[in-house]
């Protein structure tokens, strides 16, 4: 379904918006919009292209060079030929489209014009843009310091020197509000409509749509067990053995059951075995131009060694001295909360009572505040180490990012757990971080953007015609474009899933000895659906879609938190009275004896991830039709992608410490 169709060429729809430099120069558009419409054999990008109209009020100052981008549906059919989209057979398999066979495709009736989703054709003119390519020019037209080179990939170069400022597909009104009631405007206890936000979104958003929904009903048996534990038998903590018991069996399969889902929904949409792109050059890299013999072409090389330097000699000692920084603070923290417990014992009133809670909130409070600028000075890092891919920069982004909120979040209450050996304080602790963090997200990911959009909303509205509401009646084309251009953009999901991954481990490690956390992380990823869903249907412009096959390397990320969580509850289950009331004489047969547990425990899931991914992979190879992919390297190693999740998910409340019985309490 596409947006209504705007006055000039018969038949053209707008699909994607292009936002210049509100000073560019005349000879630059033209030689743009030439090389955007010239046909694919003289180098173009054979597209339809038309420039957006005056607002409401002209008079006002606003940026007047915004293009609109469409397609023919035979261009955008060829397109998708040249993606290598996968789209489902009349014999019910998923096979790579081809225009020769393209009536042998179900749901392709006439011309087509129904066959591709919105999403998809964006997909595709997005991807007609990013490789069109520099040939005789030497730079920009109007910008000498612009360079160009043959093989240059022209949107990148005017991206890196803004002057292209945004590229971003359009919203479509009538789909949107039917998407926005069945997803978040109306009350339901059903499943997501995945389906419907793939074909909107895109496969990326589904999937962490598919995965937070997932991670919450996987919470709901620990939770359904942990109220009871948490109102009767508070002060029993022999049962909490066995509670720690069912998370090991729990933290077994989690994940192993996430990665059949992944691959389920990854091979019902077409990703599973798609061909993976080229990938080109961040805009960002940059370097002394010389021959890559890879490539072929002459394009800016940096060196691996200049790059490796940067990292060793100026990201790592940054990151250490960033990890000092947080243990400073913690154990600021942990005199403010000696000094506090002191007062409350030398006079126990309701207030000292309540300062109790005020080292911990404010430690979480602090928390937050530091995972937030150490967020910006390790993106700036990242770039600074000009990563040439998008994926090596995202991945080394990744880890520092993780390193440092790991430690951030947790390192107190390891030192907690088995240096203090205090588990009131534990539970107490764990409680407060989880809350606060949970409050502070909700306030900057639901009511603050809401609040935010909300007065855009009512800017545009005035502009446009006084005081109109805006959902009573269709904006006009030009101001709809215009205000999706001032829409915040969206980033991606790294900071979602750095959420879920943060969720995951306070669930994980800890929550023993606090049975409430898994009801609290539910009841977080209720509203995080919600907040999500509004966010993506109001707050921010639309995103491109990305076809992924699985959650990419947030799920060894999870894996490796799982690892971590499976010795953390095997030592909690070892510190145990009970588990010590069996090793009254030998502290080395206790620790034999937890060893053995993880040893037991990684064999079985290393066995159980092997067995799965052979089945899983046999699986694909049968379900395939296109006996040609199996040879290509590409695609087996999309493929391999696709299912390679496997579940090493230790988890939560895998041990219980007895507060009163074990270790010194609060110092």
Same mark, same amino acid.
């Given at each position: 379904?596409?947006?209504?169709?705007?006055?000039?060429?018969?038949?053209? $729809?707008?699909?994607?918006?292009?936002?210049?430099?509100?000073?560019?120069?005349?000879?630059?558009?033209?030689?743009?919009?030439?090389?955007?419409?010239?046909?694919?054999?003289?180098?173009?990008? $054979?597209?339809?292209?038309?420039?957006?109209?005056?607002?409401?009020?002209?008079?006002?100052?606003?940026?007047?060079?915004?293009?609109?981008?469409?397609?023919?549906?035979?261009?955008?059919?060829?397109?998708?030929?040249?993606?290598?989209?996968?789209?489902?057979?009349?014999?019910?398999?998923?096979?790579?489209?081809?225009?020769?066979?393209?009536?042998?495709?179900?749901?392709?009736?006439?011309?087509?014009?129904?066959?591709?989703?919105?999403?998809?054709?964006?997909?595709?003119?997005?991807?007609?843009?990013?490789?069109?390519?520099?040939?005789?020019?030497?730079?920009?037209?109007?910008?000498?310091?612009?360079?160009?080179?043959?093989?240059?990939?022209?949107?990148?170069?005017?991206?890196?020197?803004?002057? @292209?400022?945004?590229?971003?597909?359009?919203?479509?009104?009538?789909? @949107?509000?039917?998407?926005?009631?069945?997803?978040?405007?109306?009350?339901?206890?059903?499943?997501?409509?995945?389906?419907?936000i793939r074909h909107y979104y895109g496969e990326g958003q589904a999937l962490y749509f598919g995965f937070l929904e997932y991670f919450t009903f996987a919470l709901v048996p620990m939770a359904l067990i942990g109220v009871p534990y948490y109102l009767f038998d508070w002060e029993d903590?022999?049962?909490?053995?066995?509670?720690?018991?069912?998370?090991?069996?729990?933290?077994?399969?989690?994940?192993?059951?996430?990665?059949?889902?992944?691959?389920?929904?990854?091979?019902?949409?077409?990703?599973?075995?798609?061909?993976?792109?080229?990938?080109?050059?961040?805009?960002?890299?940059?370097?002394?131009?010389?021959?890559?013999?890879?490539?072929?072409?002459? $394009?800016? @090389?940096?060196?691996?060694?200049?790059?490796?330097?940067?990292?060793?000699?100026?990201?790592?000692?940054?990151?250490?001295?960033?990890?000092?920084?947080?243990?400073?603070?913690?154990?600021?923290?942990?005199?403010?909360?000696?000094?506090?417990?002191?007062?409350?014992? $030398?006079?126990?009133?309701?207030?000292?009572?309540?300062?109790?809670?005020?080292?911990?909130?404010?430690?979480?409070?602090?928390?937050?505040?530091?995972?937030?600028?150490?967020?910006?000075?390790?993106?700036?890092?990242?770039?600074?180490?000009?990563?040439?891919?998008?994926?090596?920069?995202?991945?080394?982004?990744?880890l520092k990012v993780l390193v440092y909120n790991f430690f951030n979040c947790f390192a107190s209450l390891f030192y907690i757990a088995f240096v203090m050996q205090d588990m009131v304080l534990l539970r107490q602790s764990l409680a407060t971080l989880l809350i606060t963090s949970q409050?502070?997200?909700?306030?900057?990911?639901?009511?603050?953007?809401?609040?935010?959009?909300?007065?855009?909303?009512?800017?545009?509205?005035?502009?446009?015609?006084?005081?109109?509401?805006?959902?009573?009646?269709?904006?006009?084309?030009?101001?709809?474009?215009?205000?999706?251009?001032?829409?915040?953009?969206?980033?991606?999901?790294?900071?979602?899933?750095?959420? @879920?991954?943060?969720?995951?481990?306070?669930?994980?490690?800890?929550?023993?000895?606090?049975?409430?956390?898994?009801?609290?992380?539910?009841?977080?990823?209720?509203?995080?659906?919600?907040?999500?869903?509004?966010?993506?249907?109001?707050?921010?412009?639309?995103?491109?879609?990305?076809?992924?096959?699985?959650?990419?390397?947030?799920?060894?990320?999870?894996?490796?938190?799982?690892?971590?969580?499976?010795?953390?509850?095997?030592?909690?289950?070892?510190?145990?009275?009970?588990?010590?009331?069996?090793?009254?004489?030998?502290?080395?047969?206790?620790?034999?004896?937890?060893?053995?547990?993880?040893?037991?425990?990684?064999?079985?899931?290393?066995?159980?991830?092997?067995?799965?991914?052979?089945?899983?992979?046999?699986?694909?190879?049968?379900?395939?039709?296109?006996?040609?992919?199996?040879?290509?390297?590409?695609?087996?190693?999309?493929?391999?992608?696709?299912?390679?999740?496997?579940?090493?998910?230790?988890?939560?409340?895998?041990?219980?410490?007895?507060?009163?019985?074990?270790?010194?309490?609060?110092?």
């Amino acid at each position: 379904m596409q947006p209504a169709a705007v006055s000039g060429e018969p038949g053209f $729809e707008p699909l994607v918006v292009l936002e210049l430099a509100s000073d560019i120069k005349e000879e630059a558009v033209v030689w743009l919009l030439s090389r955007i419409r010239d046909p694919q054999q003289n180098g173009g990008a $054979e597209l339809l292209v038309e420039h957006l109209g005056p607002g409401v009020r002209p008079q006002e100052k606003e940026n007047p060079n915004l293009f609109l981008v469409g397609a023919s549906w035979q261009r955008l059919l060829s397109g998708a030929e040249d993606l290598g989209l996968f789209k489902e057979y009349s014999d019910g398999s998923m096979r790579g489209f081809t225009c020769s066979n393209k009536h042998n495709f179900k749901d392709f009736t006439g011309d087509g014009d129904s066959f591709l989703s919105m999403a998809e054709c964006q997909h595709i003119i997005k991807h007609e843009l990013d490789t069109l390519r520099a040939r005789e020019e030497t730079h920009v037209p109007g910008y000498p310091q612009a360079k160009l080179y043959p093989g240059k990939s022209i949107i990148r170069r005017l991206q890196s020197k803004r002057i @292209l400022i945004q590229m971003f597909p359009l919203h479509h009104k009538e789909e @949107l509000k039917r998407l926005s009631f069945s997803w978040y405007q109306k009350v339901r206890l059903s499943l997501q409509p995945l389906d419907s936000i793939r074909h909107y979104y895109g496969e990326g958003q589904a999937l962490y749509f598919g995965f937070l929904e997932y991670f919450t009903f996987a919470l709901v048996p620990m939770a359904l067990i942990g109220v009871p534990y948490y109102l009767f038998d508070w002060e029993d903590y022999d049962k909490y053995v066995i509670f720690a018991v069912f998370n090991l069996v729990w933290c077994t399969v989690i994940l192993e059951l996430w990665k059949r889902r992944s691959a389920s929904l990854a091979y019902q949409w077409g990703t599973l075995s798609r061909k993976q792109a080229f990938e080109e050059p961040r805009p960002g890299f940059h370097g002394v131009l010389g021959f890559n013999p890879v490539t072929g072409r002459e $394009e800016p @090389l940096y060196s691996n060694a200049k790059r490796q330097l940067r990292i060793y000699l100026v990201s790592l000692p940054f990151v250490l001295l960033c990890l000092y920084l947080s243990l400073y603070v913690m154990m600021v923290y942990f005199l403010l909360e000696g000094w506090v417990l002191s007062i409350h014992d $030398e006079n126990p009133t309701f207030w000292t009572g309540v300062l109790l809670f005020i080292p911990s909130v404010a430690y979480a409070v602090v928390i937050e505040a530091m995972n937030l600028i150490y967020r910006y000075a390790a993106e700036f890092l990242t770039e600074w180490e000009n990563h040439r891919l998008e994926s090596s920069y995202q991945n080394h982004l990744v880890l520092k990012v993780l390193v440092y909120n790991f430690f951030n979040c947790f390192a107190s209450l390891f030192y907690i757990a088995f240096v203090m050996q205090d588990m009131v304080l534990l539970r107490q602790s764990l409680a407060t971080l989880l809350i606060t963090s949970q409050i502070l997200n909700q306030f900057m990911e639901a009511f603050l953007p809401y609040w935010l959009q909300r007065r855009r909303n009512k800017k545009m509205v005035r502009k446009v015609q006084g005081r109109r509401v805006l959902e009573d009646k269709a904006l006009p084309l030009a101001e709809q474009v215009r205000l999706e251009a001032d829409m915040s953009t969206y980033l991606g999901t790294f900071d979602d899933y750095l959420e @879920l991954f943060l969720l995951f481990g306070y669930v994980s490690l800890f929550s023993c000895v606090y049975p409430l956390a898994a009801v609290l992380v539910v009841l977080n990823n209720i509203t995080e659906v919600y907040s999500d869903a509004f966010k993506m249907c109001h707050v921010f412009k639309r995103p491109f879609a990305d076809p992924a096959a699985n959650i990419g390397v947030w799920q060894l990320a999870f894996e490796a938190m799982s690892v971590i969580a499976v010795v953390t509850n095997c030592a909690l289950i070892g510190m145990s009275p009970q588990v010590r009331a069996y090793f009254p004489h030998s502290e080395t047969q206790l620790i034999l004896w937890t060893v053995a547990v993880e040893v037991t425990h990684t064999h079985t899931h290393t066995h159980t991830h092997t067995h799965t991914h052979t089945h899983t992979q046999s699986f694909d190879d049968h379900m395939n039709p296109v006996s040609g992919l199996k040879t290509d390297n590409l695609v087996l190693s999309a493929r391999t992608a696709g299912s390679q999740v496997h579940p090493d998910l230790p988890h939560p409340r895998c041990s219980q410490t007895h507060p009163d019985q074990t270790g010194p309490h609060r110092v």
